[in-house]
């Protein structure tokens, strides 16, 4: 059965960082999607970034791109985002999903759902 665990959220100001952390495990294949997605209050959930595969390219949202960095280490099944100029807009819950590969950033694709962690970015 397939897991994700994510970790590191909190309480952050304006133009700091903080660094999330998926450990994902129960993957039959090591070729599947894994991302990070964010939904704020009274807000559809949406996509921040991902791999399309173990091999494949990574895709960012607009608003992310050039602060947030998506990584990964294989040898530990863990995925991680670290963001860095952090803004008020991107407070939000913050999940990691994980799919079949060759997915992208629309989240009603993805299978599999960590159970969120909260970012707060005060002004």
């Known amino acids: 059965q397939v897991r994700l665990v994510e970790s590191g959220g909190g309480l952050v100001q304006a133009g700091g960082s903080l660094r999330l952390s998926c450990a994902a495990s129960?993957?039959?294949?090591?070729?599947?999607?894994i991302g990070w997605f964010r939904q704020a209050p009274g807000k559809q959930r949406e996509g921040v970034a991902c791999f399309s595969s173990s091999e494949g390219r990574i895709y960012y949202a607009a608003s992310v791109k050039g602060r947030f960095t998506i990584s990964r280490d294989n040898a530990k099944s863990a995925v991680y985002l670290q963001m860095n100029n952090l803004k008020p807009e991107d407070t939000a819950v913050y999940y990691c999903?994980?799919?079949?590969?060759?997915?992208?950033?629309?989240?009603?694709?993805?299978?599999?759902w960590g159970q969120g962690t909260q970012v707060t970015v005060s002004s």
């Open positions: 129960g993957f039959t294949s090591p070729y599947y999607a």
């Open positions: 999903a994980a799919g079949v590969a060759g997915l992208a950033l629309r989240h009603w694709e993805y299978d599999y």
